[in-house]
T-cell receptor, first 115, second 111 residues
Framework: NAGVMQNPRHLVRRRGQEARLRCSPMKGHSHVYWYRQLPEEGLKFMVYLQKENIIDESGMPKERFSAEFPKEGPSILRIQQVVRGDSAAYFC?????????????FGDGTRLSIL | TQLLEQSPQFLSIQEGENLTVYCNSSSVFSSLQWYRQEPGEGPVLLVTVVTGGEVKKLKRLTFQFGDARKDSSLHITAAQPGDTGLYLCAGPQYNFNKFYFGSGTKLNVKP
């Protein structure tokens, strides 16, 4: 039973380029959360999606960042025109539903480095 | 400002010692979760506490949820090098649309 898969594990981009981060949730999970983590810090919520819908994007910058979770295929976090401050680890988590008894399962993240 | 404050930020101890780490908030949470994260990996859920005053045990780890559901603690007995990692607490928004994470306690257990 495969866990949450994120790719690529490492991504290097130059300033101004686009970064696309992919997250395939666990089988049967239709809820996806994206988080950002800086070194030695906790995770900061970015966006929560269900299949084909963005439910809460209050943690995601309004410019340059977008997320989607199509009916078929992985969830995508897209960062346009990247800047040095976008360098971080980005994690996604999936769950079968919402609620305290619906634990989030995390992937191993994508480490984004901006040159 | 962090909604969940964790202390201490760093902890370095010898194998066999006991330790307690704390997760505090001025807000009430319906539940709190504890995760452990190792370098290069995603967080792994250890436990969810739901009821005020609840105590849960996971081998040498004991988790407690405060009576007012504003704080939680994690106590490790006879720490081992394998316990080394970043310990994170997290709490949900009322509708579970988002989770708030503390900044973590980085634990190093020396053999």
């Amino acid at each position: 039973n495969a866990g949450v898969m994120q790719n690529p594990r490492h991504l290097v981009r130059r300033r101004g380029q686009e970064a696309r981060l992919r997250c395939s949730p666990m089988k049967g999970h239709s809820h996806v959360y994206w988080y950002r983590q800086l070194p030695e810090e906790g995770l900061k919520f970015m966006v929560y999606l269900q299949k084909e819908n963005i439910i809460d994007e209050s943690g995601m910058p309004k410019e340059r960042f977008s997320a989607e979770f199509p009916k078929e295929g992985p969830s995508i976090l897209r960062i346009q025109q990247v800047v040095r401050g976008d360098s971080a680890a980005y994690f996604c988590a999936s769950s079968p539903n919402r609620g305290y008894n619906q634990p989030q399962h995390f992937g191993d993240g994508t480490r984004l480095s901006i040159l | 400002t962090q909604l969940l404050e964790q202390s201490p930020q760093f902890l370095s101890i010898q194998e066999g010692e006991n330790l307690t780490v704390y997760c505090n908030s001025s807000s009430v949470f319906s539940s709190l979760q504890w995760y452990r994260q190792e370098p290069g990996e995603g967080p792994v859920l250890l436990v969810t506490v739901v009821t005020g005053g609840e105590v849960k045990k996971l081998k040498r780890l004991t988790f407690q949820f405060g009576d007012a559901r504003k704080d939680s603690s994690l106590h490790i007995t006879a720490a081992q090098p394998g316990d080394t990692g970043l310990y994170l607490c997290a709490g949900p928004q009322y509708n579970f649309n988002k989770f708030y994470f503390g900044s973590g306690t980085k634990l190093n257990v020396k053999p």
